[in-house]
């Protein structure tokens, strides 16, 4: 038989390493390569104006429902009990598939 190797932190590992660098340097460079060609600067200045506004956007929730429980307890603070419900099966669903 074959011995093994990897522990679970060194599989863990590989598999963040393969989804950041395929996610966020490789992805990134071709979009903006073949869309923004030489704006790319601009680009990515509207990028981290629009993130540092969402995170704004969730601070301020989170100061006014000081409640543990993520998109779930935004939803049902402002939809109500059933969208509330399709957020967390939706992120249960996330979780499971992928």
Same mark, same amino acid.
């Given at each position: 038989s074959i011995p093994r190797h990897l522990t679970l932190?060194?599989?863990? $590992?590989?598999?963040?390493?393969g989804t950041i660098g395929s996610g966020i340097f490789v992805l990134c460079g071709f979009i903006a390569n073949?869309?923004?060609? %030489?704006?790319? +600067?601009? !680009?990515?200045?509207?990028s981290g104006l629009a993130a !540092?506004? +969402?995170?704004? !956007?969730?601070? #301020?929730?989170? !100061?006014?429902l000081p409640a543990a429980g +993520? $998109?779930?307890?935004?939803?049902?603070? +402002?939809?109500? #009990?059933? %969208?509330?419900m399709l957020?967390?099966?939706f992120f249960f669903f996330g979780n499971v598939v992928l």
């Open positions: 932190f060194d599989l863990v $590992s590989i598999g963040v390493g073949k869309y923004a060609g %030489p704006a790319v +600067s601009i !680009c990515w200045v509207i !540092c506004l +969402s995170g704004v !956007c969730y601070a #301020e929730l989170a !100061c006014r +993520s $998109s779930y307890v935004y939803v049902y603070a +402002s939809m109500g #009990e059933l %969208p509330a957020v967390a099966a």
